[in-house]
């Protein structure tokens, strides 16, 4: 599913992939079907994304520090993230370090984790933007 963002639909190609677009508004409801049938329900700057409850980005990041990471500590670790999809990522428990992009902003008020700290810029302009502080950091 892709859906039409609060700033108007965006348009994406996606080969092969039947999509459509839905009202953001829709979300609540298609959430609670999901519910209904055992999935849980997130979404991204671009599409929706249908897991079972219980998993998330912040679960399988530590799965894969423990796993192949052992000796990197999750304090060590800076989560990236630009939409409600990245909320675990943001969850200080875990992740105490996190960067939301700028955009990041406009479902702000939806997210029970919020990011450490927040670019200026959005989208890759506001990765860019962290990548070059950090590489300037002494």
């Known amino acids: 599913f892709f859906f039409q963002a609060e700033d108007g639909i965006r348009d994406y190609k996606v080969t092969g992939v039947q999509t459509c677009a839905l009202p953001i508004s829709d979300l609540?409801?298609?959430?609670?079907?999901?519910?209904?049938?055992?999935?849980?329900?997130?979404?991204?700057?671009?599409?929706?994304?249908?897991?079972?409850?219980?998993?998330?980005?912040?679960?399988?990041?530590?799965?894969?520090?423990?796993?192949?990471?052992?000796?990197?500590?999750?304090e060590a670790v800076l989560t990236v993230g630009d939409s409600p999809n990245d909320e675990s990522l943001f969850d200080p428990q875990r992740f105490p370090h996190s960067l939301g992009v700028a955009n990041i902003s406009h479902y702000w008020h939806k997210l029970s984790h919020h990011p450490t700290w927040v670019s200026q810029a959005a989208e890759l302009d506001g990765f860019l933007e962290m990548v070059r502080a950090l590489i300037a950091k002494p």
């Open 28 to 74: 609540p409801v298609l959430q609670q079907v999901c519910q209904d049938w055992g999935w849980d329900l997130t979404y991204s700057t671009v599409q929706v994304h249908l897991f079972k409850p219980g998993q998330s980005k912040a679960i399988a990041l530590q799965q894969v520090l423990k796993t192949h990471f052992p000796g990197i500590d999750p």
